[in-house]
Structure formats: C-alpha cells, structure tokens
C-alpha cells in the first residue's frame, strides 16, 4: 500500500519518522514470523530511502551490528522470506 505510486507523499512522511523505525524495530524482534516478515518489508523502505534523514541514517547505523545479526535469520524461500528458528 505505501508503495503505491498515489501513496508516495504518505509513505516519504511515514519513512522520516524516528518512531515508525524504532516501532518497526520493535517488531522486527516479535515472536510472531508474520509480523517479523512484514515488519521486515516495511523496514526496507526505511533503508531504501535515499533521502532518508540524518536522524534516521544514525540510528540504522547505531544499531547495524544488532540488525544485521536480525536481519541474518531471514530466509528467501520461493520469493517468500521466512525465518529460521533456533
């Protein structure tokens, strides 16, 4: 939906945002695979933004070591990320 080309002015808002990341954070660690998995395609628009906020780049690059380590447990299985479980 944010990717939506009518969308675009909502979706550069929702992407400047410090606590739509650090909410997106947030679920990126929850149990539930499905709200990680689509927390994970959120989160990539935040990463993707090229004129992401220099808030914004910090804290990516504050917490890339922990992020990469999440990050790393994800799976593409079929054009569908999964994710591993210990």
Do not use: W
């Amino acid at each position: 939906m944010l990717l939506d080309r009518s969308n675009s002015a909502t979706m550069t808002k929702y992407v400047s945002s410090r606590e739509n990341l650090r909410i997106l954070m947030n679920l990126l660690r929850d149990t539930s695979k499905t709200i990680q998995i689509e927390a994970f395609h959120v989160f990539k628009l935040f990463v993707a933004n090229q004129n992401k906020a220099a808030d914004i780049a910090n804290i990516l690059v504050a917490n890339k070591s922990k992020l990469l380590r999440l990050l790393g447990d994800l799976k593409i299985d079929k054009g569908t990320p999964s994710i591993d479980t210990p």
